[in-house]
């Protein structure tokens, strides 16, 4: 049986900042600390936990202090392996149950 979610970019964003915020906070850094770490400044730290906006290179700077690396470069390549999404509202609904 597939079941699909409708999330958005916005959603994953948040997810993203969500993560790196409790790994940061399960790690005992600060914002300031980190940004010493991955010379993301603290205030981008700041509106990335907030409003999940930052840059793809700043996220990987930051991921790579509080996560590995390996994880999210393994993801991309799985979604090679992996069936094809459906596209359009059409190939939903022609999805067999």
């Given amino acids: 049986m597939s079941r699909y ?4 970019d916005i959603d994953v964003q948040q997810a993203f900042a969500a993560h790196l915020r409790k ?3 399960r790690a ?3 914002r300031n600390a980190l940004a010493e770490r991955s010379t993301v400044p ?3 730290i700041k509106r990335f936990e907030l409003t999940g906006q930052i840059s793809f290179r700043q996220l990987l700077l930051l991921w790579q202090c ?4 390996e994880r999210l470069y393994q993801l991309a ?3 090679q392996r992996t069936a094809a999404m459906p596209l359009t509202i059409a190939e ?3 999805d067999e149950l």
């Fill in 77 to 79: 390549q799985s979604s």
């Fill in 5 to 8: 979610q409708l999330i958005d």
């Fill in 92 to 94: 939903v609904l022609n």
């Fill in 66 to 69: 509080l996560d590995k690396l």
């Fill in 23 to 25: 790994l940061r906070e």
């Fill in 28 to 30: 005992k850094l600060s």
């Fill in 42 to 44: 603290a205030a981008t």
